[in-house]
Protein backbone atom coordinates (compact mmCIF):
# COMPACT_ATOMS: atom_id res chain seq x y z
CA UNK A 1 0.00 0.00 0.00
CA UNK A 2 2.86 2.61 1.05
CA UNK A 3 4.78 0.92 -2.14
CA UNK A 4 1.35 2.46 -4.34
CA UNK A 5 0.93 5.47 -2.76
CA UNK A 6 4.92 6.41 -3.17
CA UNK A 7 4.91 5.58 -6.75
CA UNK A 8 1.53 7.86 -7.29
CA UNK A 9 3.30 10.39 -6.13
CA UNK A 10 6.37 10.66 -8.70
CA UNK A 11 4.79 11.15 -11.43
CA UNK A 12 2.43 14.28 -10.25
CA UNK A 13 5.98 15.53 -8.56
CA UNK A 14 8.02 15.14 -12.06
CA UNK A 15 4.90 17.01 -13.95
CA UNK A 16 5.09 19.78 -11.21
CA UNK A 17 8.69 20.00 -11.73
CA UNK A 18 7.85 20.03 -15.95
CA UNK A 19 5.38 23.25 -15.44
CA UNK A 20 7.85 24.90 -13.14
CA UNK A 21 10.60 24.38 -15.59
CA UNK A 22 8.36 26.00 -18.56
CA UNK A 23 7.49 28.68 -16.27
CA UNK A 24 10.99 29.78 -16.47
CA UNK A 25 11.30 29.46 -19.81
CA UNK A 26 8.89 31.24 -20.28
CA UNK A 27 10.26 34.50 -18.45
CA UNK A 28 14.05 33.54 -19.94
CA UNK A 29 12.65 33.69 -23.65
CA UNK A 30 9.95 36.86 -22.92
CA UNK A 31 13.13 38.48 -21.04
CA UNK A 32 15.40 38.06 -24.63
CA UNK A 33 12.11 39.28 -26.37
CA UNK A 34 12.03 42.28 -24.07
CA UNK A 35 15.52 42.97 -24.45
CA UNK A 36 15.21 42.96 -28.19
CA UNK A 37 12.72 45.46 -28.75
CA UNK A 38 14.37 47.86 -26.23
CA UNK A 39 17.31 47.69 -29.23
CA UNK A 40 14.71 48.29 -31.63
CA UNK A 41 13.48 51.35 -29.97
CA UNK A 42 16.85 52.53 -29.82
CA UNK A 43 17.69 51.69 -33.30
CA UNK A 44 14.56 53.59 -34.33
CA UNK A 45 15.12 56.62 -32.25
CA UNK A 46 18.65 56.36 -33.69
CA UNK A 47 17.25 56.97 -37.35
CA UNK A 48 15.05 59.27 -36.50
CA UNK A 49 16.91 61.82 -34.09
CA UNK A 50 20.35 60.50 -34.48
CA UNK A 51 21.15 60.38 -38.59
CA UNK A 52 22.00 63.11 -39.25
CA UNK A 53 24.12 62.76 -42.35
CA UNK A 54 21.51 61.01 -43.87
CA UNK A 55 19.03 63.18 -43.35
CA UNK A 56 21.28 65.76 -45.47
CA UNK A 57 21.94 63.89 -47.42
CA UNK A 58 18.08 63.30 -48.59
CA UNK A 59 17.06 66.75 -47.69
CA UNK A 60 13.54 67.08 -47.61
CA UNK A 61 12.82 63.04 -48.82
CA UNK A 62 14.46 62.29 -45.57
CA UNK A 63 10.47 61.51 -44.31
CA UNK A 64 10.78 58.16 -45.74
CA UNK A 65 14.09 57.28 -44.08
CA UNK A 66 12.29 58.81 -40.86
CA UNK A 67 8.99 56.65 -41.02
CA UNK A 68 11.65 53.17 -41.07
CA UNK A 69 12.40 54.91 -37.55
CA UNK A 70 9.59 55.63 -36.60
CA UNK A 71 8.42 51.57 -37.45
CA UNK A 72 10.62 50.26 -35.62
CA UNK A 73 10.08 52.14 -32.72
CA UNK A 74 6.23 50.99 -32.86
CA UNK A 75 7.46 47.35 -33.17
CA UNK A 76 10.39 47.90 -30.37
CA UNK A 77 7.50 48.71 -27.74
CA UNK A 78 5.00 46.22 -28.87
CA UNK A 79 7.63 43.79 -28.79
CA UNK A 80 8.76 44.89 -25.44
CA UNK A 81 5.32 45.61 -23.92
CA UNK A 82 5.07 41.66 -24.78
CA UNK A 83 7.77 40.34 -23.48
CA UNK A 84 6.88 42.42 -20.24
CA UNK A 85 3.13 40.47 -20.16
CA UNK A 86 4.52 36.97 -21.30
CA UNK A 87 7.15 37.48 -17.98
CA UNK A 88 4.12 38.94 -15.72
CA UNK A 89 1.83 36.02 -16.73
CA UNK A 90 4.16 33.28 -16.46
CA UNK A 91 5.39 34.54 -12.90
CA UNK A 92 1.89 35.39 -11.31
CA UNK A 93 0.69 32.25 -13.21
CA UNK A 94 -2.47 34.38 -14.42
CA UNK A 95 -4.56 33.18 -17.42
CA UNK A 96 -6.10 36.41 -18.21
CA UNK A 97 -2.23 37.83 -18.93
CA UNK A 98 -1.19 34.60 -21.13
CA UNK A 99 -4.16 34.52 -22.75
CA UNK A 100 -3.76 38.09 -23.83
CA UNK A 101 -0.42 37.42 -24.30
CA UNK A 102 -0.92 34.28 -26.84
CA UNK A 103 -3.42 36.38 -28.53
CA UNK A 104 -1.27 39.69 -29.09
CA UNK A 105 1.62 37.45 -30.27
CA UNK A 106 -0.42 34.93 -32.71
CA UNK A 107 -1.35 38.53 -33.89
CA UNK A 108 1.73 40.32 -34.11
CA UNK A 109 3.23 37.02 -35.45
CA UNK A 110 0.99 37.22 -38.49
CA UNK A 111 1.43 40.56 -39.38
CA UNK A 112 4.98 40.11 -39.29
CA UNK A 113 4.76 37.37 -42.02
CA UNK A 114 2.86 39.58 -44.36
CA UNK A 115 5.60 42.45 -44.01
CA UNK A 116 8.75 40.34 -44.74
CA UNK A 117 6.59 39.12 -47.47
CA UNK A 118 5.43 42.52 -48.24
CA UNK A 119 9.34 43.51 -48.12
CA UNK A 120 10.31 41.31 -49.95
CA UNK A 121 7.96 42.14 -53.04
CA UNK A 122 8.46 45.64 -53.07
CA UNK A 123 12.01 46.09 -52.19
CA UNK A 124 13.13 47.30 -55.95
CA UNK A 125 10.58 49.52 -55.69
CA UNK A 126 11.94 50.99 -52.39
CA UNK A 127 15.23 50.83 -53.74
CA UNK A 128 14.32 52.55 -56.65
CA UNK A 129 12.56 55.43 -54.61
CA UNK A 130 15.58 55.93 -52.69
CA UNK A 131 18.13 55.89 -55.38
CA UNK A 132 15.64 58.63 -57.62
CA UNK A 133 15.57 60.72 -54.38
CA UNK A 134 19.30 60.42 -53.50
CA UNK A 135 19.68 60.71 -57.04
CA UNK A 136 18.03 64.25 -56.76
CA UNK A 137 19.40 65.76 -53.74
CA UNK A 138 23.26 65.22 -55.55
CA UNK A 139 22.07 67.12 -58.79
CA UNK A 140 19.38 69.46 -56.54
CA UNK A 141 21.16 70.17 -53.36
CA UNK A 142 25.20 69.47 -53.74
CA UNK A 143 26.98 73.03 -53.81
CA UNK A 144 30.79 72.78 -53.42
CA UNK A 145 30.21 76.85 -52.34
CA UNK A 146 27.79 76.09 -49.77
CA UNK A 147 25.36 78.84 -51.20
CA UNK A 148 22.05 76.51 -51.14
CA UNK A 149 22.37 74.09 -48.78
CA UNK A 150 25.45 73.48 -46.81
CA UNK A 151 24.09 70.85 -44.91
CA UNK A 152 23.17 68.13 -47.71
CA UNK A 153 27.10 69.05 -49.39
CA UNK A 154 28.43 68.51 -45.88
CA UNK A 155 26.74 65.18 -45.93
CA UNK A 156 27.41 64.17 -48.90
CA UNK A 157 31.69 64.89 -48.84
CA UNK A 158 31.56 63.08 -45.41
CA UNK A 159 29.97 59.99 -47.15
CA UNK A 160 31.63 60.20 -49.90
CA UNK A 161 35.22 60.47 -48.13
CA UNK A 162 34.30 57.50 -45.49
CA UNK A 163 32.38 55.09 -48.05
CA UNK A 164 35.14 55.67 -50.65
CA UNK A 165 32.81 56.61 -53.38
CA UNK A 166 31.61 58.71 -55.56
CA UNK A 167 28.49 60.25 -56.37
CA UNK A 168 25.22 58.10 -56.41
CA UNK A 169 26.48 55.55 -59.23
CA UNK A 170 29.40 57.05 -60.00
CA UNK A 171 30.89 60.44 -60.97
CA UNK A 172 28.84 60.83 -63.92
CA UNK A 173 25.99 61.87 -61.45
CA UNK A 174 27.18 65.20 -61.22
CA UNK A 175 27.10 66.42 -64.72
CA UNK A 176 23.95 68.87 -65.21
CA UNK A 177 24.09 69.52 -61.59
CA UNK A 178 24.05 72.71 -59.62
CA UNK A 179 27.41 71.75 -58.33
CA UNK A 180 28.36 71.79 -62.22
CA UNK A 181 26.71 74.54 -63.12
CA UNK A 182 28.36 76.62 -60.45
CA UNK A 183 32.13 75.20 -60.32
CA UNK A 184 32.38 73.94 -63.96
CA UNK A 185 33.93 70.99 -62.52
CA UNK A 186 33.72 67.40 -63.47
CA UNK A 187 33.48 66.18 -60.10
CA UNK A 188 33.93 67.33 -56.30
CA UNK A 189 37.09 66.79 -53.82
CA UNK A 190 35.49 64.70 -52.05
CA UNK A 191 35.69 62.27 -54.98
CA UNK A 192 39.20 62.07 -54.71
CA UNK A 193 41.91 59.60 -53.31
CA UNK A 194 44.20 62.70 -52.01
CA UNK A 195 42.15 65.66 -52.45
CA UNK A 196 45.29 67.77 -51.61
CA UNK A 197 47.24 66.31 -54.72
CA UNK A 198 47.25 68.21 -58.35
CA UNK A 199 45.87 65.66 -60.44
CA UNK A 200 42.39 66.35 -58.16
CA UNK A 201 41.45 68.79 -60.19
CA UNK A 202 37.62 68.24 -60.80
CA UNK A 203 38.74 66.97 -64.51
CA UNK A 204 40.64 64.28 -64.18
CA UNK A 205 38.80 61.43 -64.10
CA UNK A 206 41.36 58.35 -63.56
CA UNK A 207 40.33 55.76 -61.25
CA UNK A 208 43.55 56.16 -59.83
CA UNK A 209 42.55 60.16 -59.02
CA UNK A 210 38.83 59.63 -58.34
CA UNK A 211 36.71 56.86 -56.68
CA UNK A 212 35.39 54.87 -59.50
CA UNK A 213 32.51 52.92 -57.45
CA UNK A 214 29.12 55.49 -56.48
CA UNK A 215 28.34 55.59 -52.74
CA UNK A 216 24.97 53.52 -53.59
CA UNK A 217 26.57 50.24 -54.86
CA UNK A 218 29.03 50.71 -51.56
CA UNK A 219 26.21 50.92 -49.37
CA UNK A 220 23.92 48.23 -50.87
CA UNK A 221 27.48 45.95 -50.66
CA UNK A 222 27.56 46.93 -47.16
CA UNK A 223 24.06 46.14 -46.24
CA UNK A 224 24.13 42.57 -48.44
CA UNK A 225 27.07 42.03 -46.24
CA UNK A 226 25.73 41.92 -42.99
CA UNK A 227 21.80 40.94 -44.37
CA UNK A 228 22.80 37.52 -43.11
CA UNK A 229 23.39 38.12 -39.42
CA UNK A 230 19.99 40.54 -39.46
CA UNK A 231 18.15 37.58 -40.86
CA UNK A 232 19.35 35.56 -38.51
CA UNK A 233 18.53 37.87 -35.65
CA UNK A 234 15.65 37.95 -37.09
CA UNK A 235 15.11 34.47 -37.12
CA UNK A 236 16.13 33.46 -33.53
CA UNK A 237 13.52 36.28 -32.17
CA UNK A 238 10.71 34.74 -34.26
CA UNK A 239 11.63 31.47 -32.91
CA UNK A 240 11.69 32.58 -29.09
CA UNK A 241 8.43 34.04 -30.29
CA UNK A 242 6.83 30.93 -31.52
CA UNK A 243 8.47 28.75 -28.67
CA UNK A 244 6.71 31.20 -25.91
CA UNK A 245 3.44 31.23 -27.55
CA UNK A 246 3.90 27.37 -27.56
CA UNK A 247 4.77 27.10 -23.89
CA UNK A 248 1.90 30.27 -23.03
CA UNK A 249 -0.36 28.09 -24.41
CA UNK A 250 0.21 24.57 -21.91
CA UNK A 251 0.57 27.16 -18.83
CA UNK A 252 -2.76 28.41 -19.81
CA UNK A 253 -4.36 24.80 -19.98
CA UNK A 254 -2.33 23.68 -16.63
CA UNK A 255 -4.13 26.91 -15.13
CA UNK A 256 -7.30 25.84 -15.90
Not at 44 to 49: E, K, P
Not at 129 to 141: A, C, M, N, R, V
Not at 197 to 202: F, I, V, Y
Request: contains cysteine; charged residues 10%; hydrophobic residues 50%.
Amino acid sequence: MAFSVASSRVPSSGLHSFYVCLKYMMFFFNSIIFISGGVLVGLGIWIRYGSGLFAKILGSHATHFFNIGYFCIVVGLMLTVLGFLGCLGAIKESRFLLMTFIMTMMAMFIAKIAAAVLALAFSQIVEGILHDKGLISLKEDYDAEYIKDGSVTLGWDFLMRKLKCCGFNNYTDFSASQFVNRSGLVYPKACCWTPASPACNGKNVSSAVIFSEGCFKVMRVALQNHSLVVGAVTAAVTGLELVSILIAMVLFVKLG
